[in-house]
């Protein structure tokens, strides 16, 4: 499930085809540190935090036009809303590389 696609150019789309306000949209997500927030509430086992911070990375992502990743943050969205923290274990690691290689993606692309 390791597949990562972005796609800047529906992203750009979802900024209403204006790619500077794209560019300002991906540089607040990265500002926002909500990946960063996700680690800490992941550790602490605030599964309630961890909840409504991973349903904010998914419209995010999505926005952005990081779908994989976006996909994976809507199946741990509802792993914690289920209290499966099975899943949320098996998946943490891989999504959180998903974020950064998406991301990572996108910066190469607007370079």
Not at 96 to 103: E, L, N, P, Q
Request: proline share 0%; hydrophobic share 35%.
């Amino acid at each position: 499930f390791m597949n990562c696609d972005v796609d800047i150019s529906a992203g750009i789309e979802n900024c209403g085809g204006d790619e500077e306000f794209y560019k300002e949209v991906f540089d607040s997500f990265i500002e926002e540190g909500k990946k960063e927030e996700l680690i800490k509430n992941y550790e602490d086992k605030d599964w309630d935090m961890y909840t409504i911070n991973v349903h904010s990375l998914k419209g995010t992502l999505r926005l952005i036009g990081a779908l994989d990743a976006g996909e994976v943050a809507e199946k741990l969205q509802h792993a914690s809303e289920e209290k499966d923290i099975a899943t949320i274990d098996s998946m943490q690691k891989d999504f959180i590389s998903m974020v950064d290689i998406s991301i990572a993606k996108i910066r190469g692309e607007l370079s």
